[in-house]
């Protein structure tokens, strides 16, 4: 395959939410996003390849702790200006939350809180409405109120194993994403593609993909790749594997793109 293919490479982080305390904590500190370690990271490794990022960001720690709606607005501009490669999208209110068992208003609230904030400290464009919420978490009607939310989600990134509740797919929907690696749900407007295994458990991606791309087994598979990881799995050692693991992307003709921006039937 080539790049004609449109193979592309996404990368996210689930639990985003102490980072962005702490570069709120250091608004008057921090010249930059990228004085922090962890945003310096990532943007060199969009310098170096061309990676993408979305951070899946929780509302709070608990209750009544710091939130997203306080976060420093200091670096909104510098948000905007990196849009193209950094975006922020829904994970959940709160790491004690689930959406396949709250109520609908709580999800309405829980998502478009969520969104008022980040238009606030970041802009329009870097928000990302196909991300991967807590639990993979989101019964029909939870899933609706997002999508007619402001602005709402169009899709979701799903589990990385064979788990029975998957967003609010069926059984007969989830065969079609474990076949094919990606789902259209036509009658709720919904894309779903499914996660790779996460990296802070996955060995050796790099010999796995690079054996899966020559087995024809594999091949509905290759074509969008959706890596992510947890914020609080960040070490050194994975650092190391995500640079092997974009330099092996770019060296086998991957793009790198958010599948917001890839869903069929987009122009």
Same mark, same amino acid.
């Not at 420093?72 to 950094?86: G, M, V």
């Not at 092997?244 to 599948?259: G, I, S, T, V």
């Given at each position: 395959m080539t790049a004609q293919d449109n193979k592309y490479v996404h990368f996210s982080i689930d639990d985003v939410y102490l980072w962005l305390r702490e570069i709120d904590g250091q608004a008057e500190v921090y010249a930059s996003l990228f004085d922090h370690p962890r945003l310096?990271?990532? %943007?060199?490794?969009?310098?170096r390849y061309g990676a993408v990022v979305t951070f899946n960001c929780f509302y709070s720690d608990e209750p009544a702790a710091w939130n997203l709606g306080q976060m420093t607005t200091r670096f909104k501009e510098e948000?905007?200006?990196?849009?193209?490669?950094?975006?922020?999208?829904?994970?959940?209110?709160?790491?004690?939350?689930?959406?396949n068992d709250c109520t609908v208003e709580e999800a309405r609230a829980h998502y478009q809180n969520a969104m008022e904030a980040l238009r606030i400290f970041a802009a329009e464009e870097n928000i990302?409405?196909?991300?991967? &919420?807590?639990?993979?978490?989101?019964?029909?009607?939870?899933?609706?109120?997002?999508?007619?939310?402001?602005?709402?989600?169009?899709?979701?990134? &799903?589990?990385?194993?064979?788990?029975?509740?998957?967003?609010?797919?069926q059984e007969p929907q989830?065969?079609?994403?474990?076949? %094919?690696?990606?789902?259209?749900?036509?009658?709720?407007?919904?894309?779903?593609? %499914?996660?790779?295994?996460?990296?802070?458990?996955?060995?050796?991606?790099?010999?796995?993909?690079?054996?899966?791309?020559?087995?024809?087994?594999y091949a509905g598979h290759m074509?969008?790749?959706?890596?992510?990881?947890?914020?609080?799995?960040?070490?050194?050692?994975?650092?190391?594997?995500?640079?092997?693991?974009?330099?092996?992307? %770019?060296a086998n003709e991957y793009e790198f793109a958010f599948p917001m921006d890839r869903i069929p039937g987009r122009a």
């Amino acid at each position: 395959m080539t790049a004609q293919d449109n193979k592309y490479v996404h990368f996210s982080i689930d639990d985003v939410y102490l980072w962005l305390r702490e570069i709120d904590g250091q608004a008057e500190v921090y010249a930059s996003l990228f004085d922090h370690p962890r945003l310096a990271c990532l %943007k060199s490794f969009h310098d170096r390849y061309g990676a993408v990022v979305t951070f899946n960001c929780f509302y709070s720690d608990e209750p009544a702790a710091w939130n997203l709606g306080q976060m420093t607005t200091r670096f909104k501009e510098e948000f905007a200006a990196h849009a193209h490669w950094l975006r922020l999208a829904f994970h959940a209110n709160t790491r004690l939350d689930n959406y396949n068992d709250c109520t609908v208003e709580e999800a309405r609230a829980h998502y478009q809180n969520a969104m008022e904030a980040l238009r606030i400290f970041a802009a329009e464009e870097n928000i990302d409405t196909l991300g991967r &919420t807590h639990y993979f978490s989101g019964n029909l009607v939870n899933a609706r109120a997002w999508r007619e939310a402001s602005p709402g989600a169009r899709g979701f990134l &799903t589990s990385d194993d064979s788990r029975d509740v998957d967003m609010y797919l069926q059984e007969p929907q989830r065969a079609v994403l474990k076949e %094919k690696g990606a789902y259209y749900d036509e009658n709720e407007h919904f894309y779903f593609l %499914k996660s790779m295994p996460r990296l802070e458990k996955w060995a050796d991606p790099v010999a796995d993909l690079s054996a899966w791309s020559r087995d024809p087994a594999y091949a509905g598979h290759m074509q969008a790749l959706a890596f992510f990881t947890h914020e609080q799995c960040w070490t050194s050692e994975l650092e190391t594997k995500l640079d092997h693991l974009f330099r092996w992307a %770019k060296a086998n003709e991957y793009e790198f793109a958010f599948p917001m921006d890839r869903i069929p039937g987009r122009a």
